[in-house]
C-alpha cells in the first residue's frame, strides 16, 4: 500500500513539472484571499467581479493551464488589435507600436516585454522575475505579480472581450 502512495505521488510530481491545470475554484478562492488583502490595505470594498475577470481571463488566455507559453506577433498600429485583445497580456501590447513577437507565460499569459525577464529580450520586467517562475507549478509568485499589475494599472487591463460583462455569481457558480 505504501509503495502504491509513492508511486501515486511521484506520478503527480511528474505531471505537475509538465503543466499542472490549476482547478478554477482553487485560483478564485486564491485570487479571492489576495485581493481582499489588498482591499482591506487600501481601506476600499473588495469587489468580486475582479476577480471573475481575472480567472475568466486564465480560462481563455491559457486554459488554467500553468506552463502554457504561447507566442504572440504584435503588428505596428492598431491592424491586430483583434487578435491582441483575444490574447490578453492585460492590454498591455497597446504600447508597443513596432512590429515584435512576444512570449507569453504561464496562467495569465504574462508578456517577456513588460512583466518578466526572459533572459534575452529588452523588457520593463514589471514584476521583478524570471519568466520561468511564471510557468513553474509555483503559482504564489504568479499571483503576486497579478497583484503588482492591479496595484499598477487598475482593472481596464482586462481585455478580453468574453470576461467584461461575466457575472461573478453566474462565472462561479459551481464553487462553494
Ligand atoms: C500545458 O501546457 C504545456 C506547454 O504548452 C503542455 O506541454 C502541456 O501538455 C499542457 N498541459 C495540459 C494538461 O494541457
Known amino acids: 500500500m505504501r509503495v502504491l ?3 501515486l505521488l511521484a506520478v503527480l510530481g511528474c505531471s505537475v513539472a ?3 491545470i490549476v482547478p478554477k475554484c482553487e485560483l478564485k478562492q486564491k485570487l479571492t484571499d489576495k485581493f481582499r488583502v489588498q482591499a482591506k490595505k487600501e481601506g476600499v ?3 468580486d467581479t475582479v476577480v471573475a475577470k481575472i480567472v475568466c481571463h486564465v480560462e481563455y488566455a491559457s486554459g488554467f493551464n500553468t506552463s502554457a507559453v504561447n507566442e504572440l506577433t504584435v503588428a505596428k498600429e492598431h491592424n491586430n488589435r483583434r487578435k491582441r485583445e483575444d490574447s490578453g497580456v492585460f492590454g498591455l ?3 508597443e507600436d513596432t512590429e515584435t513577437v512576444w512570449t507569453l507565460y504561464g496562467l495569465f499569459q504574462l508578456s517577456n516585454h513588460l512583466i518578466c525577464n ?3 529580450t529588452e523588457t520593463h520586467n514589471i514584476c521583478d522575475m524570471d519568466c520561468d517562475k511564471l510557468i513553474d507549478d509555483n503559482i504564489e509568485d504568479d499571483l503576486d505579480c497579478v497583484l503588482t499589475l492591479f496595484k499598477i494599472f487598475v482593472i481596464k487591463l482586462i481585455f478580453q472581450d468574453d470576461c467584461i ?3 461573478p455569481s453566474e462565472y462561479f457558480k459551481e464553487c462553494v
Request: proline content about 0%; glycine content about 12%.
Open 5 to 7: 502512495v509513492v508511486c
Open 18 to 20: 509538465e503543466g499542472a
Open 118 to 120: 526572459d533572459g534575452t
Open 165 to 167: 460583462y461575466v457575472i
Open 45 to 47: 470594498e473588495f469587489d
Open 93 to 95: 501590447a497597446k504600447y
